[in-house]
């Protein structure tokens, strides 16, 4: 694939300054510095120490990433809401996993999208998936359609400029309509359940309460952080279990499988420059 950029500075800049101010890891300029691509100004190819001018266009070239031969190719449905040259946003059903696994292996969100690259004949045929979500949360998740791709929003998701919301039904109702939950999750050894403690990892959640009904609320929750069951956790732990949750305690009288959806997404193109921003309907069940 390549990728194509304008510098727009006033002062002569090394070619690699530029792209990681447009959020290139080291990992890909040294593996386009090592042979596994090239760098281009003016469509001659350049040496990695370069300096690029103002005005000047800067473009990347590296080579097509065949298909995981350890991941096995699904054909199954798959909800594209949005997908450009580098992107796929798919809102995936709650009860599919994001990636294989010892108990799936052969129809995740990572086995259809490689089966829908496979199909369309991209030149790339290697997702890579920069966003994940429980197998029981549906929702938006943001693909990147090859390694150059993921390399570039990577500062993004490390630094937490990523906007992911989601939303909840959860158990009884709050005295405010706007809060934060700042409370550090740790895990533990041998248990799936997450847990609160002064030796885990910090963890912020933003939360807005949209409406509250018959002894339950349904609630909006950003992420400032990126922890495994973070919201499921921090709700629990606030007295607010999510409802369907048998791990934190949710009320499971009516669903077994927590009510959670990621219904908000938004970030940078870090090819493009804009900002791009997504929304799911929720399902029929977070009406209250």
């Given at each position: 694939?390549?990728?194509?950029?304008?510098?727009?500075?006033?002062?002569?800049?090394?070619?690699?300054?530029?792209?990681?101010?447009?959020?290139?890891?080291?990992?890909?300029?040294?593996?386009?510095?090592?042979?596994?691509?090239?760098?281009?100004?003016?469509?001659?190819?350049?040496?990695p120490t370069t300096k690029i001018l103002?005005?000047?266009?800067?473009?990347?070239?590296?080579?097509?990433?065949?298909?995981?031969?350890?991941?096995?190719?699904?054909?199954?449905p798959l909800k594209l809401v949005y997908?450009?040259?580098?992107?796929?946003?798919?809102?995936?059903?709650?009860?599919?996993?994001?990636?294989?696994?010892?108990?799936?292996?052969?129809?995740?969100?990572?086995?259809?999208?490689?089966?829908?690259?496979?199909?369309?004949?991209?030149?790339?045929?290697?997702?890579?998936?920069?966003?994940?979500?429980?197998?029981?949360?549906?929702?938006?998740?943001?693909?990147?359609?090859?390694?150059?791709?993921?390399?570039?929003?990577?500062?993004?998701?490390?630094?937490?400029?990523?906007?992911?919301?989601?939303?909840?039904?959860?158990?009884?109702?709050?005295?405010?309509?706007?809060?934060?939950?700042?409370?550090?999750?740790?895990?533990?050894?041998?248990?799936?359940?997450?847990?609160?403690?002064?030796?885990?990892?910090?963890?912020?959640?933003?939360?807005?309460?949209?409406?509250?009904?018959?002894?339950?609320?349904?609630?909006?929750?950003?992420?400032?952080?990126?922890?495994?069951?973070?919201?499921?956790?921090?709700?629990?732990?606030?007295?607010?279990?999510?409802?369907?949750?048998?791990?934190?305690?949710?009320?499971?009288?009516?669903?077994?499988?927590?009510?959670?959806?990621?219904?908000?997404l938004a970030f940078i193109d870090p090819?493009?420059?804009?900002?791009?921003?997504?929304?799911?309907?929720?399902?029929?069940?977070?009406?209250?």
């Amino acid at each position: 694939m390549q990728a194509s950029w304008v510098y727009n500075g006033t002062e002569p800049m090394k070619i690699k300054k530029f792209l990681q101010s447009l959020g290139m890891g080291h990992r890909l300029f040294n593996d386009i510095k090592k042979g596994q691509g090239e760098f281009l100004v003016d469509h001659r190819v350049i040496r990695p120490t370069t300096k690029i001018l103002p005005h000047q266009p800067l473009t990347i070239k590296v080579a097509p990433e065949m298909a995981d031969p350890q991941v096995k190719v699904s054909h199954a449905p798959l909800k594209l809401v949005y997908e450009d040259d580098n992107w796929l946003v798919v809102d995936k059903p709650a009860g599919v996993t994001s990636i294989p696994g010892p108990t799936v292996d052969n129809d995740t969100v990572l086995n259809r999208v490689t089966g829908y690259l496979i199909a369309q004949q991209s030149p790339d045929q290697r997702p890579h998936l920069i966003t994940r979500l429980d197998r029981d949360t549906g929702g938006l998740m943001l693909v990147a359609k090859h390694h150059v791709a993921s390399s570039m929003i990577s500062q993004q998701v490390q630094q937490h400029r990523m906007l992911k919301e989601y939303t909840a039904i959860v158990t009884g109702s709050f005295e405010a309509d706007h809060g934060t939950i700042d409370k550090p999750i740790a895990r533990r050894e041998g248990q799936a359940q997450r847990v609160i403690a002064a030796d885990g990892q910090p963890a912020v959640t933003e939360y807005w309460v949209e409406k509250s009904a018959a002894g339950f609320s349904r609630v909006r929750a950003r992420l400032h952080t990126g922890r495994t069951h973070q919201i499921r956790v921090h709700f629990a732990a606030i007295g607010h279990p999510l409802v369907g949750d048998p791990l934190y305690g949710g009320d499971t009288s009516k669903y077994q499988t927590q009510l959670l959806h990621a219904s908000k997404l938004a970030f940078i193109d870090p090819f493009s420059q804009k900002q791009l921003a997504f929304t799911s309907p929720l399902p029929d069940e977070f009406e209250i």
